[in-house]
């Protein structure tokens, strides 16, 4: 079977080049010329019997097969890689890769991380905080923490809690303009994410609001968006679970009860047999703890 694979030299060339879509720029992070960039590319094309590349007089694009191989080949890399690690270092420290969502780590992580320090300590903890993720439970993730509208298939999964969202600002805003009733928002600017560019009109529908801000200013991460809101910019639409840090010390005020619910949840996601290995089931049961609807 191992005659009829192309070399793995080959491959990871093909998935550089891909990536950047460039012989060039690949060449400079392989350390090889250009041109034997493109005679392992077109090796490689032979052996398999396609076209990977669309080659232009400027240009350089993948074939839908190029695209379909180098979903492939990052997936089976960073498996690779995530492997080779752990073997690594099987008699020595361990290593649990965690992808989140930058927000998440920031507010509820952070706070918490020096637990999870004192209760492995003779384990590494890498954080990856991708803004996008291009699947659910990347290859080089041990853990992930996703937001969905539903569990992900073929994982073992854990719901962590339900996506809401409430109209907060900072007190010192109230004190220049009181918020007493849902209509005194208008009078405000509002701040938003780009992301749910719709969410302060479905939060003003559940209350029966007619929405007329003075102004909106959006913004394309929630970090961001709840910095806006703690410096008086205006009132926000944030994570009631994930501003609860910011609640609790007073920089945040959440001004009414009413929350609007997205359909999303938070779930903690991972392989059915990473599970079964002990630094990462015990990084589990607390992530389940510390973050759980019970929490």
């Given at each position: 079977?191992?005659?009829?694979?192309?070399?793995?030299?080959?491959?990871?060339t093909?998935?550089?080049?891909?990536?950047?879509?460039?012989?060039k720029?690949?060449?400079?992070?392989?350390?090889?010329?250009?041109s034997?960039?493109?005679?392992?590319?077109?090796?490689?094309?032979?052996?398999?019997?396609?076209?990977?590349?669309?080659?232009?007089?400027?240009?350089?694009?993948?074939?839908?097969?190029?695209?379909?191989?180098?979903?492939?080949?990052?997936?089976?890399f960073?498996r690779l890689?995530?492997?080779?690690?752990?073997?690594?270092?099987?008699?020595?420290?361990g290593?649990?890769?965690?992808?989140?969502?930058?927000?998440?780590?920031?507010?509820?992580?952070?706070?918490?991380l020096?637990?999870?320090?004192?209760?492995?300590?003779?384990?590494?903890?890498h954080?990856?905080?991708a803004?996008?993720?291009?699947?659910?439970?990347?290859?080089?993730?041990?853990?992930s923490?996703?937001?969905?509208?539903?569990?992900?298939?073929?994982?073992?999964?854990y719901?962590?809690?339900?996506?809401?969202?409430?109209?907060?600002?900072?007190?010192?805003?109230?004190?220049?303009?009181?918020?007493?009733?849902?209509?005194?928002?208008?009078?405000?600017t509002?701040?938003?994410?780009?992301?749910?560019?719709?969410?302060?009109?479905?939060?003003?529908?559940?209350?029966?609001?007619?929405?007329?801000?003075r102004?909106?200013?959006?913004?394309?991460?929630?970090?961001?968006?709840?910095?806006?809101?703690?410096?008086?910019?205006?009132?926000?639409?944030?994570?009631?679970?994930l501003?609860?840090?910011?609640?609790?010390?007073?920089?945040?005020?959440?001004?009414?009860?009413?929350?609007?619910?997205?359909?999303?949840?938070?779930?903690?996601?991972?392989?059915?047999?990473?599970?079964?290995?002990?630094d990462?089931?015990?990084?589990?049961?607390?992530?389940?703890?510390?973050?759980?609807?019970?929490?």
């Amino acid at each position: 079977m191992s005659t009829r694979l192309p070399s793995l030299k080959f491959l990871k060339t093909f998935q550089v080049a891909a990536a950047r879509l460039s012989f060039k720029a690949a060449a400079e992070e392989l350390f090889i010329t250009p041109s034997a960039v493109s005679h392992q590319i077109k090796a490689l094309e032979e052996r398999l019997g396609l076209a990977l590349f669309e080659r232009g007089p400027q240009s350089l694009s993948l074939t839908e097969a190029g695209r379909n191989y180098l979903q492939h080949m990052e997936t089976v890399f960073a498996r690779l890689e995530s492997v080779t690690e752990q073997l690594q270092i099987r008699h020595g420290r361990g290593v649990v890769r965690v992808h989140m969502p930058p927000f998440f780590a920031t507010e509820m992580l952070l706070p918490k991380l020096q637990s999870l320090v004192d209760m492995q300590p003779d384990t590494d903890i890498h954080i990856n905080t991708a803004l996008e993720p291009r699947q659910p439970h990347s290859a080089d993730a041990d853990v992930s923490i996703i937001v969905n509208a539903a569990p992900a298939t073929g994982l073992a999964c854990y719901k962590l809690f339900s996506q809401t969202f409430v109209p907060a600002c900072s007190p010192r805003l109230l004190l220049r303009r009181p918020i007493n009733t849902v209509d005194d928002i208008n009078a405000h600017t509002l701040i938003a994410h780009e992301a749910r560019r719709d969410g302060w009109d479905r939060w003003a529908r559940s209350v029966d609001m007619g929405l007329r801000p003075r102004k909106i200013v959006r913004f394309d991460s929630m970090d961001t968006v709840a910095q806006a809101a703690e410096h008086g910019i205006g009132v926000a639409l944030v994570s009631s679970r994930l501003s609860s840090e910011r609640f609790a010390r007073g920089s945040l005020v959440r001004l009414f009860d009413a929350e609007l619910t997205t359909g999303d949840s938070y779930f903690l996601v991972l392989r059915r047999e990473d599970a079964m290995r002990p630094d990462v089931r015990a990084l589990m049961q607390w992530m389940l703890e510390e973050f759980g609807n019970a929490a």
